[in-house]
């Protein structure tokens, strides 16, 4: 996984999950990016889980990248489902 992928705003739509509506994007057979850019944010990314049964740990991730203030949007490729937040530590650079 490396690079930067852009996001572009009409390909946003919504996923529903635990009780959360999240930015979602499908970017299909493409390679996974370390970083989205969306709406002149940087998204960095935090985890990956499979896109069956991701509904029962997602709403735990998400909580708690909320409850630091970071702003998750999800990435489909392939056949699983990318976490990505704004103010995370970018994997390979240390902790902050």
Same mark, same amino acid.
């Given at each position: 996984?490396? &690079?930067? %992928?852009?996001?572009?705003? $009409?390909? #946003?739509? =919504? /996923?529903? !999950?635990?009780?959360?509506? %999240?930015?979602?994007?499908?970017? &299909?057979? !493409?390679?996974?990016? /370390? *970083?989205l850019v969306y709406g002149g944010? $940087?998204? @960095?990314?935090?985890? =990956?889980?499979? %896109?069956?049964?991701?509904?029962?740990?997602?709403?735990?991730?998400?909580r708690a990248l909320e409850a630091?203030?970071? *702003?998750? #949007? %999800?990435?489909?490729? @392939? $056949?699983?489902?990318? #976490?990505?937040? =704004?103010?995370?530590?970018? #994997?390979? =650079?240390g902790k902050k």
């Amino acid at each position: 996984m490396e &690079g930067v %992928l852009e996001v572009n705003p $009409d390909h #946003i739509e =919504t /996923l529903y !999950a635990g009780g959360f509506e %999240l930015p979602y994007v499908q970017f &299909g057979e !493409a390679e996974p990016a /370390l *970083k989205l850019v969306y709406g002149g944010e $940087d998204y @960095w990314y935090v985890r =990956t889980l499979p %896109l069956r049964g991701y509904g029962a740990v997602m709403p735990r991730h998400i909580r708690a990248l909320e409850a630091e203030g970071n *702003k998750p #949007i %999800l990435a489909r490729f @392939w $056949d699983r489902i990318y #976490i990505y937040a =704004t103010g995370v530590t970018p #994997i390979g =650079t240390g902790k902050k």
